[in-house]
């Protein structure tokens, strides 16, 4: 018996079902599985995806050859379950076809479609008079002429041409005088079915085909074509899909929601795609065809009467004006509409899950043309997980699988309210660095930042770009733009691990601040004004716009719940201040993986301590230095360790170079002159003594301990000294002490007993001990590469995975902005690494990291402080290679939650 | 039977032998082989390693016990053969005992030695008697009281303090008014005697042991003991030396050359050892100790007439005058002169090769105190290794393996004339950057040493620093000094390259270019006045010094002969120029590794052109740029290609980031915009907008040729068209066209698609084919990590090892400076890891990428291009590896090919 290559579906039967994704592919399979649960979907047949790898092998002939009679005989069952006849000729009313593509997974817009095939010469006359719609019918079959022409045919517009087919309608409504394409009567879309087939026949040299077998062959080649084409295996490159897989194709019977005033046609969702609502709503159109509803030209009305009010309610119509201008599907086709509901309640019922329907209603018969999972918002994603839990839906699990992690970002920050956004003028748009919305008043400057919040002010601070100096003005304004650097720049870095909204690399503005102005969208702002920025999307708006704060409701809590009952890993910080701190465990952190010390010295006086220290030309000038910063840091330290009482801190000891604490500015380097009773010539000489040509693989890190280790002994006393403070206190410090940037084993040797032997005086001195773990941070290739060494004196270890993503791609994060847009565009590189770890080649520098150090001391604690640590691919993949917590920015705690969650149910 | 821990040695006889290393030490054995030849040493024995393991494990006490009564044997042996007794009180003449220690692996000045053991109130008495010589008894007694206090009691200075002993001498030395020590009296010894015993008592509280046993036992201890000081310990490590084999104890007779008028002592070589002739040579002083004929106070006198003879030749001696004040041994002692020749002889024949020896002559009888191979100059080395072979001591192997490769260096640069020098005045030092030496007459700028060179002056070019802009000043300079940057800066880097000397980082030199002057050790030198250079230790010279061509002579080629009869691995050069290629190929270059095309932009009217394609805003605007490098280029490759005809030549595509090529001071942008015709502004803008921070990670390599096609398109024209052209002459070459700073395999397939298309464009065009490979540096961590992948697209690989290790260690080579040498220093890192490759972390890299990319292409040809394919070591590990060659500077290429030879005879 010959294999099976068409599987029918249509009238309540199908041959194949909804799990049989690969020989159907994802339509096919969804178009049986409808029919088998009785929703009413036209019918038609799926040629296998096997076709298509038979077509790519041994091309048309042998294929049609293989599944004629097959295809024949779909087309009668087609014929018998929807009363039509295929390529007619008055004996009944024809049937049309359209055939589409439908792979396993979605290509959405890669692959080709023809519509309304079945029209020629004979088939529209019947239709135009069965349908009693002439200009309809003729519309129809133009739009075949041309769809086909175009897909199966290869008419195309040559280089600096317009396409043929619209330069035809654009000669017509010229001659008439028509604005528009509605303008068009019945005859002149007769007109254009001549013209259109004239246009086939110089292009290609052929005869538009009038058999409609002719036609489906065509069509269904034309599919399996478009397998091929560069832009779909170039999709399929960077989504990951086999080219072995193939297309599937489905040919099923047209219907018409634009034939008259029983016709309509529309969209619905099973429940609030916004809110999460547990309500059915939607649009529709009556005598209308699928993309009139979305097109704009006439105002879609509401299916259900409570929709319908709710929508007037709000455009201020008075409900005798909607009953006639606007009345719902509810009101108009009741019979429909409430099959129309059974068909929604059965379909969430089936796919447990919301919905996003198509319909059209031919002649006041319902047809359904597809469901799919609907797309929701952050809010919505939420709800309905916990609510279908709620409903005996859904299971746990699954409740917990539903939640995209990174939309959980939505949920976490300012946005603007709903009415203002809608009346904001649209400045520029920059990147969108770190998320939320924020309004304030423009200034130039840290200082003026902080004196303007300092007497309640909200402001936005304005710059070029900015430098570790800026961070406490980014730390009191409402949001942050700069023209230059981007998602990876310091402002964006910053403003992410602050929470706050950032819109970077805004290209087109002009930042003056000698004239403290800014010329953005072409207007000029001065300082004082106000402007708006929405972090999530990178525009900026004009004046003032109203933000809402973020609720985290009840059922954002029920899903973190749902999430700690059934993770592995752990969830910790990464978090500088105990503002940061507190801000990370109200959102689930379990300790900090990641607390940069240096942010420390540039804050206030600090930074003149710091400069003294870099000043000073022997032991004792820096220990003098050091001793005025070990007071400022041991408070620090308190306060953090106190913040994150009972969990483990992790703390990094200095690491970038002490060039970033030297000013570069004439004047500047005159005030630390004359600051620290130096000459000038003292300070230009020490700050052209510390310039680096390649600063990231400079003078920094545990190079500076092991070149000054008084740095890293004063910074071990106060980790210490505050841990022993505590304690005292009656507290449970958890401080583990990281050393940074360590190649070699011997680097972090010479800085462990550095940390001990201070560690011992400070206990002997305090008469108190606390627990306390010396580590590194696994950021050079070489470390990982060595990691069973480095392992042998490590208690822990965390994965810096940007500076090994740096290092281990050879891309400096300040300059890869020149060609990193280029490369994601050709698809040399599917992600940006910075951003999605990299799992192929610096994942395989973890793993080995992490198997090594384990080897070698299998008590070793493992984590990532990276900012991959708060991206959920990236999560996963520390989830599978075994780490023992991952660390990220204080609101990427929930997402990175949810991912470690998710990848343990996997 | 009880384990046997002592084997003694004398008259001929030995209880150990010269393959007992492991047990003896290398000197223990070295003194029983010896004995077994019948050469005359002072007889005593050695106590084994094993004993030194047990005493770290048990402690003094058990040692003592367990081989009290075999020393008390080895004691009573040594009195026999020396007809001497150990703590005579009368009866016979004392016998004085050394006490040393002797490791399997020499570890020079590292640990402790007893010298004139057993002189005591009673020894000292009859020595000053039997030996009629008082003065020498006492010295010789306050010598021991003075080493057994430091060595064994641990008398020291206290911080602050000078050493008491000496202390306690200057007191007499004061009170006497003498100069020098050699005026004090046999009484004055005797006093100091006392003195020193009250040292001891008063610093240890002890008082000094006048039993012998005790001396002996103390003594035998703090050998032991010195196994572990931590200098040991420190040496060890940077050694390789396992702590557990531990120290032998050798205890011996002590001969005196310094009894009378027919006592000697000397050293001599059985070659000699600066030209390699085969001439028994040597020095020697009557009545003398050991320190006497190094010290300088006395001129020693040359052993042999011959030796004689030529010294007073050369210091215009006349014959009488020599015979009469500075006769030879073989003139003043014939008959032991008669015995020493015997025995040079019969050492050099049984160790097979060239001996440095030391003897000591007491009463007219010759006792050998220490035989060993000697040192000797690269020269010698190699005439040496040639006239053994042909002499038939050694075997070819041999022969091979007596060359260290990285002493072939002196041979292949001009040095100084050894008379020059040795009134020539040294200003400062720098670092060896280049080896070689130069004089020249001083100039500041790139351009003048051209313009001076041009006129056949000969020029030192003297610079703060380097720059790409100064190579074509560099390579008509005789040598190249610069204030700043390392063994790894441009100007050494590229000095290398060219095998010209060069000294850099002479941080004491102070440039001053605006007056075109240079101060060097306190003296101002101008334009044109002379210096001199010695690139192979760093000195520099004031004025004039006459240098000597290097004579490559028959034993170099004979060696090298011998190296390329039983090579593997290949080698090749990296050559920019045909010059260079021409002078690697003589040195037996087969190929280059690397030919940077960058360096071909910078010259004369080329960079013009390069900047007017940087300048351009559009495809067009560096398209046309372009067609005026190609037709530079094309002849460039040309030149290379015939060259090296018939050998692959290795052509790196452009890799430097763009802003090389642009200036950055003022006045050069308006040049710039002038030629270009542009305003300044445009000019400035294009270098703001090209500068990066971390250049070295930013948009270079094939970066560039990604972002701009055009580029690799114009480079891969010009390589075939010139390969093309060559063919078309009846030529060979042989292109490898090389992809740089690949990360990802779809970085290496566009590169490779541009470079295929654009050869068969070029095929067709001249109606011509050339085979050529495409491939691929390694040089990016990533790289090597996914090798496999990019070996499905790479014909070659070449490991870039610089910037792998730049990226690896996360170390900048511009930067290292500033902390690498604390590194070496504190033995964080063994090596510098720009010069030896690290195996350990990055070799793990190499060897990863060789074994993945093989695994996906095992046609894959493999080599390494970084400056390790020159240092013997790193040779080595690419032999392991499996590569198919290396590729370095030309004047490197012969250290390679006998390293890689040895390599393979390991």
Redesign the interface.
Known sequence: MAEKYVYTFGDGKAEGKGNMKELLGGKGANLAEMNLIGVPVPAGFTITTEVCTLYNQQGRDAVVELIKSQVERGVAETEKAMNAVFGSTGEGFPLLLSVRSGARASMPGMMNTVLNLGMNDATVKIIAEKSNNPRFAYDSYRRFIQMFGDVVMGVEAEKGEHDPFEVAMDKIKESKGYTSDTDFTAEDMMQLVEDFKTVVKERTGNEFPENPWEQLWGSVMAVFDSWNTERAILYRQLNNIPDEWGTAVNVQAMVYGNMGETSATGVAFTRDAATGEDIFNGEYLVNAQGEDVVAGVRTPQEITIEGSKRWAANQSISEDDRKNKFPSLEEVMPTVFAELNEVQQKLENHYRDMQDLEFTIQDGKLWMLQTRNGKRTGAAMVRMAIEMLDQGLIDEKTALMRIEPNKLDELLHPVFDQQAIKSANTLTKGLPASPGAATGKIVFFADEAEEWAGRGEKVILVRLETSPEDLRGMNVAEGILTARGGMTSHAAVVARGMGKCCVSGAGEIKVSYAQKSVVIGGKTYQEGDWISLNGSTGEVYDGKVATVDPELSGNFGKIMELAEKTTRMSVRTNADTPHDAQVARKFGAKGIGLCRTEHMFFEGERIWAMREMILANDLEGRRKALEKLLVMQREDFEGILEAMDGYGVTIRLLDPPLHEFTPNEPEAQEEMAQKLGVSVDVVKSKVDNLH????????RGC?LG??YPEISEMQARAIIEAACILKAKGKDPRPEIMVP?V??V??LK?QNEIIRETAEKVFEEKGIRVDYLVGTMI????AA??AD?IAEVAEFFSFGTN?LT???????R???G??LP??LN????KHDPFQVL?Q???G??VEMGTVKGRSANPKLKVGICGEHGGEPSSVEFCHRVGMDYVSCSPFRVPIARIAAAQANNR
Do not use: C, V, W
């Not at 680096?692 to 003078?699: A, C, I, K």
């Not at 950021?779 to 070489?782: A, F, G, S």
């Not at 050709?826 to 590189?829: E, M, P, R, V």
């Open positions: 680096e040509f390649n600063p990231m693989l400079g003078h190079r092991n070149t940037l190649g070699t011997e680097e010479l950021e050079i290739p070489r590469l060595t060494k500076d740096q290092m281990g791609f050879g891309y400096s300040d300059d890869a020149k060609f280029i490369y050709k698809g040399i590189l990299d192929d080649g610096i395989q520098l």
